[in-house]
């Protein structure tokens, strides 16, 4: 934003959270702007596959066979979690949900400018409306008195023409940091798979495991089944009056909901818990969806979802943890039920896993550690960097609709274009 200058004189908007606005800016109560509506579709009407979009109170746009609206129109979720959160901008035929309102027939207005105004500033008056840390609904009231400032309507093409292009240039950014941490997490699991199956040394002798998905594997390596390495409990929820949401009796599990990257964090507590996991054991879902794992760093209550492995002490319990990172992957062949994923406690003892020597575990296990502190490093900054770069971009749409910037002459210098690095450049000038 370097070469983006304020206009050359203000005035007092009236409104704290705009505070000055350009001086031939005018404010104008959304009422005056435009029709206010809500849709009139529920979510059951929802249809797979449907031919026209359909508008709900989320960011997910729905599907159905039939449309309700024809042109152009900004909505925004009436009530939910969405409320000043989640905006749509659509030109077209759709639908939308009974508790969605829409914005249409705009007088003196670009609709799209609405979208990014709304979508930027609506937040700030919604707060001040409730006393609420998080707001339940979206009051008629609140949209109709909402005060929204504008220049004239070439001067709201410009402001649209400046958003599309700097957020699609800060979107294809945070889509490649997006990429880059799914690549990593590939790469981590590809480590993780060949280190655990063909061990450290590039030039030992191999064998044929006999078992299609580990492969070859060294020489003097076993083959052996979980159920001859660990202790496998699975869960068994209590009974439904022996759990409490307060802190007393031992923390319960009902499945991998509870899960975190590391520990499990636990909603509710039992009484008279039934199954219990031991410190250090791998909590592993045998329940949709299946695989997902986490540390037992103390005592659970565990429920029908989950089991808990508890590694002989002959075995390196950190090595077992990531060779089960990789035998899970069989697991998935064994998933049955109709409603929902499961396996049972014949399909995880009979998992097979490559077994080294116990000093080769501890220096495999040293080596994925090292791997994953590298990564996980990386993975660590690429988020930061997401983080800053949409703060960056709602700083941009915020400064462009309520005029702190100066945009009537932009696109008339090619300057005004940045590249990839003069986006990012900005960026990480804004997070200092």
């Known amino acids: 934003m370097t070469n983006l200058k304020p206009y050359p004189s203000y005035k007092d908007s009236g ?91 705009f007088k003196n207005l670009i609709g799209k400018y609405l979208y990014y105004y709304l979508k930027s500033n609506l937040i700030f008056e919604v707060k001040q409306g409730t006393a609420k840390s998080t707001v339940d609904s979206l009051r008629r009231q609140m949209l109709t008195d909402f005060p929204i400032i504008i220049p004239e309507k070439r001067q709201q093409k410009g402001i649209v023409d ?55 594997i060294p020489e003097h390596w076993e083959i052996g089944k979980l159920k001859y390495l660990a202790e496998i409990t699975m869960g068994q929820s209590p009974d439904s009056n022996s759990i409490t949401d307060l802190e007393k009796g031992i923390p319960f599990l009902q499945g991998n909901a509870e899960f975190t990257d590391k520990y499990p964090v636990a909603r509710y507590y039992s009484t008279n818990s039934k199954k ?50 990789v035998g899970k992957q069989k697991l998935y062949s064994k998933v049955t039920g109709s409603t929902f994923e499961s396996v049972n406690l014949q399909d995880i003892k009979e998992l097979p896993f490559p077994i080294p020597e116990r000093k080769e575990q501890n220096n495999i296990t040293r080596y994925l550690i090292n791997i994953e502190k590298k990564l996980n490093l990386i993975k660590k900054l690429t988020l930061k960097q997401i983080v800053k770069l949409k703060e960056y971009r709602d700083s941009l749409i915020y400064e462009a609709v309520t005029g702190k910037i100066d945009l009537r002459n932009f696109g008339e210098n090619s300057s005004d274009y940045n590249t990839y690095e003069q986006v990012a450049e900005s960026a990480a000038s804004y997070e200092k």
């Open 15 to 105: 409104v704290e959270w705009i505070g000055e606005m350009p001086k031939d800016w005018s404010l104008i109560k959304l009422k005056y702007l435009c029709s206010i509506n809500t849709g009139d579709r529920d979510t059951q009407d929802s249809e797979k596959g449907g031919k026209y979009p359909f508008f709900v109170r989320s960011d997910n746009i729905n599907s159905i066979n039939t449309f309700t609206y024809d042109g152009e129109a900004v909505m925004t979720a009436g009530d939910g979690v969405g409320v000043g959160r989640v905006f749509h901008y659509y030109k077209g035929k759709f639908s939308a949900h009974q508790r969605v309102y829409l914005f249409t027939d």
């Open 162 to 216: 400046f958003i599309d292009y700097r957020t699609s240039e800060i979107d294809n950014l945070i889509t490649n940091k997006q990429l880059l941490i799914k690549l990593l997490e590939e790469k981590r699991q590809s480590i993780i798979t060949e280190t655990v199956t063909k061990g450290l040394d590039p030039n030992v002798k191999m064998k044929d495991s006999g078992i299609e998905w580990i492969g070859e």
């Open 276 to 325: 219990n996991s031991k410190i250090n054991d791998v909590l592993l879902s045998v329940r949709a969806p299946v695989g997902a794992m986490n540390w037992s760093d103390k005592v659970y209550s565990i429920g029908r979802g989950l089991c808990s492995i508890t590694m002989k002490k002959e075995y390196n319990r950190h090595y077992f943890w990531y060779a089960l990172s």
